[in-house]
């Protein structure tokens, strides 16, 4: 059954797709849309190699940088101490809502960071842990803006992080079986 706090757009998607690949496809764009973002991407790592990348994106507009890369990378071992939001996901904390990377708290969000490698003004740090582990990391974001995450939106993806970790252990999963 799924989570009731669901859009019904989103519920479809979960309800139709069984494979990940298919529900993340079909589901950024309309997160997007939901939520009113610029851009929704995912972040899917292997826990155990310490190998990750965005795997899925959904951009409002082709202005809207696209953070994509074809291969799986190695996390740098100084990424933790380099983004906090990183190092919190690692300890499988509460996922983060900052409202505006200009004036967050620089023990939750590297401003310096977040704009060399991502650009955006405010965003959603969604933590997918599956079996205590990291296994992405699912990041609705607004450029050029700051935003307040409404309770509309923190109840989507509070839901969503129910329904979710398990296709991402799983997509990962497939990805390196195949390789």
Known sequence: MLNSTLPKTIQNILEKHN???AVFN???PVLGEELQCDRCFLYLRNPELKLGKITHCWRRSPEIPNPM???WELEPESLPEE???FAAALRTDPSIYVEDVETANPEVVN????QKHFGHRAL???HLVWNNQLWGILQP???GNKRE???FDRAIISALEQELPPLAAACVQAAFNQD
């Open 124 to 126: 959603i740090h969604s």
């Open 19 to 21: 494979e990940p690949n």
């Open 26 to 28: 079909a589901l950024l």
């Open 149 to 151: 995450w409404s309770a």
């Open 69 to 71: 890369k074809p291969e």
């Open 83 to 85: 983004d906090p939001q």
């Open 141 to 143: 974001c607004v450029f």
């Open 111 to 114: 401003r310096e960071f977040e």
